[in-house]
């Protein structure tokens, strides 16, 4: 596996500034591991972390990626990456204690890595597709897990990335809405498991992101809407608009936080009223 190491929130800075509000340093000394850490949440929540106060393990499969969002992350050594597929458990195992190593242990695991799939009729859906979209969210999830609990400090927290279709259905989204109900199930039990430890476990459901991996569900759902599919996105939420990766961020840092420090066992809904 190969592993580099980046990135700096200089301690003199001043927090998170938010619409005015400064931010105090909530997640000062914990150390975060985020899976899909090079993608448009990952990273979002990745500068929010870190402008709080803790350090940042990013987890990706693109090396080139990871070396760039860690780049963008500051410099220094609050922040290090190593690439993994949260399908294999070797590397998985290897990402988390390459973690511990590092930084000592684990106080929160973000598991956020994803993919989409395909949107087909169910005599059509290619059933590879379908493993691979399970493979990545619920086993990724679940190796995650597995690997991250054994380093992780009492009274912790996991943060795993679902979705609005978590919660709902839509016709020919086989895979990706699958594995999102699956994420709120395993979500449930680990919940039930680690409360012993005082250990919080939690789903995020944003709706639609403003980001690259949206649109390219969206170009793919425009030919089969017949219309284009951002615009009737925003149209049936009711806030009128996507989610911005900033935005989800801030639920990530809640959930991660000691401000949610009897929240467990909840899906937390970032999705403009869509699912009400």
């Known amino acids: ?4 190491y980046t990135g700096h929130i200089s301690a003199s800075k001043p927090t998170f500034r938010e619409r005015g509000h400064l931010m105090a340093n909530q997640m000062q000394g914990k150390i975060c591991v985020i899976t899909g850490g090079a993608g448009s949440i990952g990273a979002a929540a990745a500068k929010l972390l870190l402008a709080e106060g803790a350090k940042v393990m990013l987890v990706d499969l693109e090396e080139s990626a990871l070396r760039n969002a ?3 992350a500051g410099s220094g050594d609050v922040v290090a990456w190593t690439r993994a597929d949260v399908t294999r458990s070797e590397e998985v195992r290897a990402a988390m204690a390459a973690t511990a190593s590092r930084f000592g242990s684990i106080d929160v695991l973000f598991s956020n890595a994803g993919n989409f799939g395909t949107v087909a009729p169910i005599t059509d859906y290619p059933e590879d597709v379908f493993d691979s979209v399970l493979a990545v969210h619920v086993k990724g999830a679940f190796l995650c897990a597995k690997y991250a609990v054994p380093h992780m400090k009492n009274g912790g927290s996991i943060i795993i990335t679902s979705s609005i279709v978590g919660v709902k259905g839509d016709p020919g989204v086989y895979g990706y809405i699958t594995a999102k109900h699956a994420q709120v199930g395993l979500m449930r039990v680990l919940a039930k498991e680690l409360a012993g430890r005082n250990i919080r476990v ?5 709706g639609p992101v403003e980001n690259e991996f949206q649109l390219r569900v969206e170009k793919d759902l425009t030919g089969i809407l017949g219309r284009d599919a951002t615009a009737f996105f925003n149209d049936i939420i009711p806030l009128k608009r996507h989610v911005r990766a900033e935005e989800v961020a801030r ?13 467990t066992g909840s899906l937390l809904m970032v999705d403009g009223g869509l699912s009400a």
């Open 1 to 4: 596996m190969t592993r580099g």
């Open 70 to 72: 860690a780049a963008a």
């Open 202 to 206: 939690n789903t995020l459901h944003p």
């Open 251 to 263: 639920s990530v840092l809640y959930l991660a936080s000691d401000a949610s420090s009897f929240t």
